[in-house]
């Protein structure tokens, strides 16, 4: 059963200082890029990863063709994909022992979360931790005691 509940939500995005933002868009006015941009501003190191935009930058960081290229391990995984799109990113995950997969509002993959929790990581479905930072009142990463 996916982590929705809002102190599990709070104990995660407490937790993680690096997320793997998949399905990133140069495009500003894409929630992808307005939720990276708030991640930012609020502390997390966020790793766009979009095999279209591979090699280039947005919002300063350098965009990854897939998570299994990142250099260097993350926190959490945020997906911005069609659920149909989610069950390869979620089996690398998976493989790469990534602890948290965050799938965003209206992506649901019952079957890729239940493989997902069964292999040890926390899954969060069908929210957004912008929205979650916003309503659980939780502090910039450098401000936490």
Not at 127 to 139: H, T, V
């Amino acid at each position: 059963m996916p982590s929705n509940q809002p102190d599990q939500m709070r104990a995660v995005l407490e937790s993680v200082r690096t997320i793997a933002l998949v399905g990133a868009s140069e495009k500003t006015n894409r929630p992808s890029h307005e939720v990276m941009e708030f991640l930012q501003a609020h502390g997390y190191r966020v790793i766009p990863v979009n095999p279209r935009l591979a090699g280039q930058t947005v919002l300063g960081e350098c965009v990854y063709s897939d998570i299994a290229s990142l250099p260097e391990p993350v926190d959490m995984v945020d997906l911005f994909l069609a659920p149909e799109r989610t069950d390869a990113v979620i089996d690398q995950a998976i493989e790469l022992k990534f602890p948290v997969i965050w799938l965003q509002i209206g992506v649901i993959n019952e079957a890729g979360a239940a493989r997902a929790e069964a292999a040890g990581l926390t899954v969060v479905m069908d929210r957004c931790p912008k929205q979650e930072i916003s309503r659980q009142g939780i502090p910039v990463v450098g401000s936490r005691a």
